[in-house]
C-alpha cells in the first residue's frame, strides 16, 4: 500500500472517529440539556405552588380578617341599636308601670303582691309602710288580706310617685316604681328579647 493510499485510509478513519465522537457530544450535549431543562422546569412548577400556595394563604388571610372586622362591626352595631331599644323602652315601661298603679285594680294587685312578698321575706310584725302622699290608704286594709302585718305604720314618702316601701327589722321589700325598676339590666335584657325576631338575634 502506498503512502498516499495509507494516508487517504488515515485521514478517513479520523474524519469517520471525529464525526461519531461528534455525534457522541452532541448526544450527551442534548442528554444534559435535557436534564436541566428537566431540573429547571421541575423547579418552576416547584416556585410556582409554592407561591400560588403563599398567595391562597395570604388571601385566606385577608379575607379572615375582612370577615372578623366585619363581624366585629355588626356586633357593635347590634350593640347600638339594643342600647336605643332599651333607652326608648324604659320610660315606655315605667309609665305603664305607674299606669297601672293609677288603675284601681291593677293597684289592688299590686298591693296584694307587696304583701305577699313582705310576709314571705320579712320577719315578724312592726312593718312600716311608706306611700304616696296621694295614696287612699284604706286599701291597705284590702291588701293585708293576701297576709301581713294588719297593723302597720303608713308613712307618707314624697319621693314615691307609685307603689310602696314595706320595711321590718332593718330588711325591706321595695314594691315602688323605682324598687321594681332597679335592676336596669336584667330589665334592658328582657326588653331586648321581647323586641327580637322569633328564631334568635336579628
Known sequence: MSLDTRQAALLEEVARYRDTAAVAALAAAREEVAGYLAHARGEARRRFHAAAQETRRQAAARIGA???????????????????????????????????????????????????????RLVGGGWEVAHPPAWAVA????????????????????????????????????????????????????????????????
Do not use: K
Request: proline content about 5%.
Open 66 to 120: 375582612a370577615e372578623a372586622a366585619q363581624a366585629a362591626v355588626a356586633r357593635q352595631r347590634r350593640h347600638e341599636v339594643g342600647r336605643a331599644v332599651v333607652a326608648a323602652g324604659l320610660p315606655m315601661l315605667e309609665a305603664a308601670v305607674v299606669a297601672r298603679w293609677h288603675d284601681p285594680v291593677g293597684r289592688r294587685q299590686w298591693l296584694a303582691w307587696a304583701a305577699r312578698s313582705a310576709a314571705a
Open 139 to 202: 286599701e291597705w286594709e284590702l291588701a293585708i288580706a293576701a297576709g301581713g302585718d294588719p297593723t302597720p305604720r303608713l308613712v307618707a314618702d314624697p319621693a314615691i310617685a307609685a307603689g310602696v316601701r314595706i320595711t321590718a327589722g332593718g330588711a325591706f321589700v321595695d314594691a315602688t316604681v323605682a324598687g321594681l325598676l332597679a335592676d336596669r339590666e336584667r330589665i334592658g335584657g328582657r326588653l331586648l328579647a321581647l323586641t327580637l325576631p322569633e328564631g334568635g338575634e336579628g
